[in-house]
């Protein structure tokens, strides 16, 4: 290897434990250095690169996090507006297939139809705790990953 210019050295002066320096020795024997400045030169080297493939994993980790994210958003604004469309079609389906009431009827109708009301409202309400006591909310059926929620709920 060739001596560097002096310009481009500089000297640093480093106190080390005895501990310290018997690693920097074993160090030295395993790489077949020929000096401490290589065991330092590589040591410094060897956590620069490691650090920044850190860096580079925990950005790769939380991009991939970010997408998985995006994507189920995605999929439960589908569902929504799946949903959403259905229940306008159904209504609009109903409200044109649905004969006009009478007028001398209108007041019996709207009070069955409360009722009427009422009841889907309670059936709907008894299913849901049905389906909860059963456990189909369990993030198991939902298909959410365990781990993933418990992570999540740590931080």
Do not use: W
């Not at 079609?89 to 009722?115: D, H, M, N, W």
Request: glycine share 4%; hydrophobic share 40%; with cysteine.
């Amino acid at each position: 290897m060739s001596r560097p210019k002096p310009s481009e050295i500089v000297r640093y002066t480093i106190r080390l434990k005895r501990a310290q320096a018997e690693r920097v020795a074993a160090i030295k024997a395993q790489l077949h250095a020929r000096s401490d400045n290589e065991v330092f030169d590589y040591l410094i080297t060897v956590a620069a690169d490691q650090r920044d493939d850190l860096v580079q994993l925990v950005y790769s980790i939380v991009g991939n996090l970010a997408d998985q994210l995006t994507h189920r958003i995605q999929s439960v604004e589908t569902v929504t507006q799946l949903h959403l469309a259905l229940t306008d079609s159904f209504i609009k389906c109903a409200l044109t297939s649905l004969p006009e009431v009478p007028q001398s009827l209108l007041a019996t109708a709207r009070a069955r139809a409360a009722l009427i009301y009422e009841q889907v409202n309670l059936t709907a309400a008894r299913e849901f705790q049905r389906r909860r006591d059963s456990g189909a909310y369990a993030l198991s059926e939902l298909g959410v990953e365990e781990g993933a929620s418990e992570s999540s709920n740590r931080g």
